[in-house]
Structures are given as C-alpha cells and as structure tokens.
C-alpha cells in the first residue's frame, strides 16, 4: 500500500481555520524568522502561510499593496510545469515570504 505525503491527506483548510490565536501568534512568531527552505519543509509553516497570504492579498489592508502582487504572480503560475515558469514561483513565492515576513514585523497583531 503506497504511503502518501502528509501534505496531501491532511484537510490543511480545516486545520487554519480550526487554529485558535495562540496556535495562530506561535506560527507566526515562527514564521517571522524562517527562511524559505525551512517554509517550503515544514508543511504548518507553508500552509499557513499560503492561508495567511492569501487571507491578507484578499482582505487588502494597509501596507499590502506589494504583497498582494507577488500574492497574484503565485497564484498564476501554480501547476505550471514549465521548469522556467516552476522557476519563477519559487523566486516569486521567496519574494512573497520576505514581503510577508515585513509585513508581519510592521504589523505585529496580524495573525
């Protein structure tokens, strides 16, 4: 029987919006600090941050106006196969994590 991945069984939509405030302030304290590698491997780490991403590119606060752009090159170019275009998500979702990271520190209450 094949084992499948974590990432693929789990409902990770249930699982950040089941997430209470403080499960919520302690990734995110994590994520402050984490670069993109350690994202792209955790799997709580990187779905929340697509959430959280997301939840912020839709909502469009303040001082979003960057994130939401790199939010929007992301979501255009996931599940291209094109090793150039997989290129590009990977420097632009880099790109996405620093701008979110900023936003995070400039924004301390965003969770």
């Known amino acids: 029987m094949p084992t499948t991945a974590v990432s693929e069984t789990r409902d990770w939509e249930g699982w950040y919006e089941a997430l209470t ?3 919520r302030r302690r990734i995110r304290d994590r994520l402050l ?3 993109y590698e350690e994202v792209r491997d955790d799997p709580q780490l990187r779905f929340f941050f697509l959430f959280h991403a997301s939840d912020l590119a839709e909502e ?3 001082g979003t106006a960057r994130l939401r752009e790199l939010h929007a090159i992301v979501a255009t170019l996931q599940g291209r196969a094109d ?13 996405l994590l620093a701008e979110y990271q900023a936003y995070l520190r400039d924004n301390p209450w965003a969770a």
């Open 83 to 95: 090793p150039d275009l997989v290129a590009a998500r990977r420097k632009a979702a880099a790109f």
């Open 60 to 62: 469009a606060p303040p």
């Open 21 to 23: 405030p403080s499960e």
């Open 33 to 35: 600090l984490a670069g």
